[in-house]
T-cell receptor, first 113, second 111 residues
Framework: SAVISQKPSRDICQRGTSLTIQCQVD?????MFWYRQQPGQSLTLIAT?????????ESGFVIDKFPISRPNLTFSTLTVSNMSPEDSSIYLC??????????FGPGTRLTVT | SQQGEEDPQALSIQEGENATMNCSYK?????LQWYRQNSGRGLVHLIL?????REKHSGRLRVTLDTSKKSSSLLITASRAADTASYFC???????????FGSGTQLTVLP
C-alpha cells in the first residue's frame, strides 16, 4: 500500500483568498484523486489527476475554482480558489492501488471565515 | 452525487456485539468496497467484493453482495471500542477506477 501525506493538515482562511493543498506519495502512481467531504457528509470526487494530462473534473466542479497540478508521478496539488464559507470541508487525496482499491491521505481540514 | 444510501445512519452497540451496516446503490457495478474513517481523518480500505461474488470474509469482517437488489452489507463481529468510526461503501463501475461513495454509517462501540 502507498503512504500519502498532505499539507497543510488544517487551515483557517479568509473569504476571497486561495489555498493550495499538497499531496505527496511515497511511490510512483498513475492515478491520483481529489475528494471533498463537507461537514458530516460523505466523500464527493472532485477530479482525477493523471500525470502528463489535464485533470478530469466531475460534474459540479470546474478548473477555475479547483485548479489541479500533477507535475510528476508522486505529487499533486489542489487549489481552492476565491474561497467562501461553503468551501469549508475536508479535502482528501487518494491514489489507486494495484486493483480498484484506493489509499487515502490524512486530509486537509479547511475552514473559511 | 452519492451512489446510494447506507443504513442505519448511526449505530450504537456494546463491545462484543455484532454490528451490521447496509448499503444500497443505483447502477451496475464492477465491485463494491468498504472503507473506515476515524474522526474525519483519511479513509482506510477494508474489503473489496467483486460483482460476481456473493460473500467475502476478512478477519472479523463479513461482506455480502446482492446485485439483484443492488445492496451490500458489512458485518463486524465481536466489536471492539476501537471499531468506533464511520463506515462507507463505495462502488466502481466498469473499468473505471473512480469511486462513488455511499452516505456512511457512524458506528459507536461502547466499552
Amino acid at each position: 500500500s502507498a503512504v500519502i501525506s498532505q499539507k497543510p493538515s488544517r487551515d483557517i482562511c479568509q473569504r476571497g483568498t486561495s489555498l493550495t493543498i499538497q499531496c505527496q506519495v511515497d511511490s510512483q502512481v498513475t492515478m491520483m484523486f481529489w475528494y471533498r467531504q463537507q461537514p458530516g457528509q460523505s466523500l464527493t470526487l472532485i477530479a482525477t489527476a493523471n500525470q502528463g494530462s489535464e485533470a478530469t473534473y466531475e460534474s459540479g466542479f470546474v478548473i477555475d475554482k479547483f485548479p489541479i497540478s500533477r507535475p510528476n508521478l508522486t505529487f499533486s496539488t489542489l487549489t481552492v480558489s476565491n474561497m467562501s464559507p461553503e468551501d469549508s470541508s475536508i479535502y482528501l487525496c487518494s491514489v489507486g492501488g494495484g486493483g480498484y482499491e484506493q489509499y487515502f491521505g490524512p486530509g486537509t481540514r479547511l475552514t473559511v471565515t | 452525487s452519492q451512489q446510494g444510501e447506507e443504513d442505519p445512519q448511526a449505530l450504537s452497540i456494546q463491545e462484543g456485539e455484532n454490528a451490521t451496516m447496509n448499503c444500497s446503490y443505483k447502477t451496475s457495478i464492477n465491485n463494491l468496497q468498504w472503507y473506515r474513517q476515524n474522526s474525519g481523518r483519511g479513509l482506510v480500505h477494508l474489503i473489496l467484493i467483486r460483482s460476481n461474488e456473493r460473500e467475502k470474509h476478512s478477519g472479523r469482517l463479513r461482506v455480502t453482495l446482492d446485485t439483484s437488489k443492488k445492496s451490500s452489507s458489512l458485518l463486524i463481529t465481536a466489536s471492539r471500542a476501537a471499531d468506533t468510526a464511520s463506515y462507507f461503501c463505495a462502488t466502481a463501475a466498469g473499468s473505471a477506477r473512480q469511486l462513488t461513495f455511499g452516505s456512511g454509517t457512524q458506528l459507536t462501540v461502547l466499552p
